[in-house]
């Protein structure tokens, strides 16, 4: 042990004594090397601290988030909606990353606290605080998944999908509102989620009136090949890659339709919103046509290296192909007005 003195300060270090010894027969001022080599280490540490602290949001800073550029920022890279969910939790809870502070987060559903720590996490890297946001999740022992894959699955199993209960909303729909009834069938065949049921939907239109359909629609396999519009269609967590939807429904595609005025025009009429059990329910009726893993990719549960490696496949496609049209077929004369009995094979 040796002892050192600095000034008022008296400390111990511990000294190897086989280096002391060779230390002291050189005539090495042994305190003196220590105190230079602990201010060597202390001014680098600070140096590094104070480029680190550059790189963090001044505190007077804090409060002026230039928010109309971070929705440009979110916008380059998510979905419309996606991209506004960010912003709406980001902007609540902004509070928390810019103080540093996140036990608010802790007292959230597993849920909603998923969200809300993936919009901070945009947040922190459109103000370049991503590595001090990382550190902040650490410190809290935040976690950021929400509900389990288990939990999930379970939910899609309990979930009430009886294909002629929706049925029957989509006939009651087509007849309260028949403008619609184009759309209710389009979206009914497919099994695409509402909003890529609304942008297929209106692209077709878009793309008959510049005859240019075919860049979209291959009529040899009547398929929409919604994988040539990626920033459409192909998203972080949801994708379609193709839907197969015979040439006269096609053709009769004519007026274009926005969401709002589809669930102003439902809801008028007294009429629920249930476009999520229609994919649910688009799902359980292939079920008696296709296998798991084909319904899987229709519905774009796989990723794009499996869709170009297994299923983008000529001989495939066409097999796939006619069992979806029978399976299409019967789901169309089930949805006329006057058809009112269960569904049949």
Known sequence: MYGLSQRHVKTTIRVAEDVLLQAQSLGINVSRVC????????????????????????????????????????????????????????????????????????????DKRGHVLKSLSALAKFLGMYPD?????????????????????IDRLTKVTNPDEVFEWIR?????????????????????????????????????????????????????????????????TKKAFISFVPET????????????????????????????????????FLTKYLKESEIDFLHGRVSTSVFMRNYFNPALIKDLKTRTNRANTKILINLQPSFSVGVKN
Request: hydrophobic content about 35%; overall charge positive; glycine content about 4%.
């Open 35 to 110: 105190e230079n080599a602990l201010r060597i280490y202390v001014d680098a540490m600070q140096a590094a601290s104070q480029q680190i602290g550059a790189l963090r949001l001044p505190k007077e800073d804090a409060g002026k988030i230039d928010w109309e550029k971070f929705k440009v920022f979110l916008k380059a890279r998510y979905a419309a909606r996606t991209a506004r969910d960010r912003f709406n939790y980001a902007k609540a809870y902004s509070h928390c990353l810019t103080q540093k502070n996140l036990s608010e987060l802790q007292t959230l559903s597993p």
């Open 172 to 236: 009651q729909v087509k007849k309260a509102r028949s403008e619609l009834s184009d759309f209710m069938d389009f979206i009914a065949i497919t099994g695409l989620r509402f909003e890529e049921a609304i942008a297929s939907y209106n692209l077709v239109i878009n793309l008959k009136g510049e005859g240019k359909l075919s860049e979209y629609y291959n009529t040899s396999n009547q398929t929409l090949e919604h994988y040539k519009f990626k920033e459409t269609f192909l998203r972080r």
């Open 249 to 284: 429904i096609i053709e009769q595609l004519n007026t274009k339709l926005s969401k709002r005025q589809i669930q102003k025009r439902i809801q008028k009429r007294g009429l629920q919103l249930r476009f999520g059990d229609v994919r649910e329910a688009h799902g359980t």
């Open 133 to 153: 946001w990382k550190q902040l999740i650490l410190d809290y022992d935040l976690k950021w998944v929400g509900r389990s894959r288990d939990e999930v699955i």
